[in-house]
């Protein structure tokens, strides 16, 4: 089990909210069966981003909530510390005496049908319980489970108190008294998904216990039955969405786009290949930088792209969603809608209609720039600040990928196209358009124009701010300036090239 040598232990951590998801039970069931020495903490706080919910999770609460338990182990550990010479020695040994009063009012657990032995639970703040737990966990012979009851926020009551703003909330800028708060993509997702499902009773809402981050409380408040929570288990809420369209309802399915991933094989298999109307909302798409290169929406586009007859959907504004998601509930076939956690940028106020795009500036033919989602602002910005030379350049909003025939076609009369995106270049929407491209230039028997991607580079960026991390791979304003007045002057592309994430160190 251990490649560099020594006598180690493997510890592995999981939370409660993770057990809803199948590899955790793919790993148990695995462990038990081939008794290897792991020990696995179970860090039971009742909550992830939100409760957790699953069969398994009321078990544990049960367990947690039994009074008969409570009172016994209670009893106990006073009842300990109070014998002279040896109270400290024997509270230290109070959770062998807990693991014999809980099977005494409690069955047989999950874990141990598993060949997994479970020791628990124990207070996740009391350090020489634990310390005491751990180190006869590490001689057991075998898969061992140390069940610790901690709270999210311990010590701070506002924390303790406001469970939902406290961990997952960001501290909005203080306003002016004549400024009005930013619409962010998610709100105006959420009332939009409202007001529609007010209208059509058979749109549903589905969410991997994030139902407050992507937007879908007022959703659950107002439509408790036609809301569902699978837990964060994605692959099972995209089969489970499948499921419901083939029944006739409308699921939308509300998930960051970085985690998207992990339901791919359900979305390709179980809703593209059937050709099932499963609206996808992918929120925190693009750079997100505050939570590290794990939680980056680079991959989206691409993903879908791969899997035939998806449209997606990709707003620029807060007026684009509202009409991007009536169209996607309109459309027969598996879609998505994607857009970032950073401020909308307001353009001109205006928004498109359905599969079309947007011509938002006529240039002279020297260039056409198509931009997608929150890159259309950033262009737009671009050109604001070029001066006359903003003349020569054509603005498209692509809106939609697989793009609009009309727009490729228009873009044809140019000498020049750039398209940009926030997600990966390779395979991601520009590389689908400027094969739309030579493809209507061929039946069309036209020059091909010359041609250049701007969008992410095939790299694991790393934590900082997204700002930062847009200037560092020439998406910000000033990067989408300098690629376009280099693309119009023909000033040769230089391929951008980031170091390697660090690897770990083994010790």
């Known amino acids: 089990m251990v490649g560099h040598g020594g006598d180690r232990r493997i510890v592995a951590v999981v939370g409660d909210g993770s057990l809803t998801g199948g ?35 009321e078990s544990l609460t049960q367990l947690r909530l039994n009074q008969t338990y409570v009172t016994t182990t209670n009893r106990l550990r006073e009842t300990l510390r109070k014998i002279p010479g040896l109270g400290r020695l024997a509270y230290l040994g109070l959770h062998g005496v807990t693991s014999v009063v809980r099977e005494m ?19 996740g703040h009391d350090i ?7 180190t006869n966990a590490a001689e057991w012979d075998g898969p ?32 002016d008294d004549d400024e009005v708060p930013v619409v962010s993509f998610t709100e105006s997702f959420s009332r939009a998904l409202v007001s529609e499902a007010s209208n059509d009773s058979r749109i549903v809402a589905l969410t991997a216990a994030m139902a407050g981050p992507t937007g879908l ?12 929570d699978v837990g964060i288990a994605e692959q099972h809420e995209m089969t489970t969405a499948a499921g419901m369209a083939m029944g006739g309802l409308k699921p939308v399915v509300c998930v960051y786009s970085t985690f ?39 991959l989206d586009m691409a993903l879908c792209l791969a899997i035939p007859g998806v449209t997606i959907f990709a707003p620029s504004s ?40 947007r011509k938002i500036k006529q240039g002279d033919g020297s260039l056409c720039v198509i931009a997608v989602g929150k890159m259309v602002g950033h262009a737009f910005e671009a050109l604001e600040e070029m001066g006359m030379d903003a003349s020569r350049v054509t603005l498209f909003d692509a809106r939609v990928i697989p793009p609009d025939p009309a727009m490729i076609t228009e873009a044809l009369t140019h000498k020049r196209v750039l398209t940009i995106e926030d997600g990966v270049q390779h395979g991601g929407a520009g590389a689908l358009i400027l094969a739309r491209l030579r493809t209507q230039a ?14 992410v580079p095939r790299a694991f960026l790393q934590h900082n701010t997204p700002d930062a991390l847009l200037a560092e791979i020439g998406l910000d304003i000033a990067g989408v300036r300098q690629a376009i007045q280099d693309f119009l002057n023909d000033v040769p592309a230089i391929e951008l090239e980031l170091p390697l994430a660090p690897r770990p160190t083994f010790l």
């Open 128 to 134: 020489p319980a634990i310390e005491s737990a751990l």
């Open 318 to 357: 807060i007026e684009e969603v509202p009409v991007m998601l009536a169209s996607a509930l309109a459309l027969d076939t598996p879609t998505a809608i994607r857009f970032p956690k950073t401020t909308p940028r307001h353009i001109d106020g205006q928004a498109g209609t359905g599969l079309n795009s």
């Open 144 to 175: 061992i489970v140390v069940h610790l009851l901690t709270e999210k926020g311990r010590g701070y009551a506002p924390a303790i108190s406001d469970t939902q703003k406290l961990h997952d909330y960001k501290i909005p800028p203080k306003l």
């Open 260 to 298: 998207f991933s992990r339901a791919f094989d359900q979305a390709n298999l179980d809703v593209g290949l059937l050709g099932l109307p499963v609206v996808m909302v992918f929120d925190r798409a693009g750079i997100t930088g505050d939570d590290g290169p794990s939680h980056h929406g680079i």
């Open 442 to 455: 061929q039946a069309m028997g036209v020059p091909v124009p010359t041609s250049r991607i701007l969008g």
């Open 217 to 228: 409380m007022q959703f659950q408040q107002q439509f408790p039955a036609r809301f569902f």
């Open 105 to 123: 009012v409690t069955p047989h657990t999950f874990f141990e049908n598993l060949g997994v032995r479970y020791v628990g639970p124990i207070d």
């Open 23 to 57: 590899m955790t039970f793919e790993a148990l069931n695995n462990l038990g069966h081939h008794n290897q020495r792991v020990v696995i903490i179970l860090n039971d706080n009742g909550r992830s981003y939100a409760p957790t919910v699953s069969k398994l999770s």
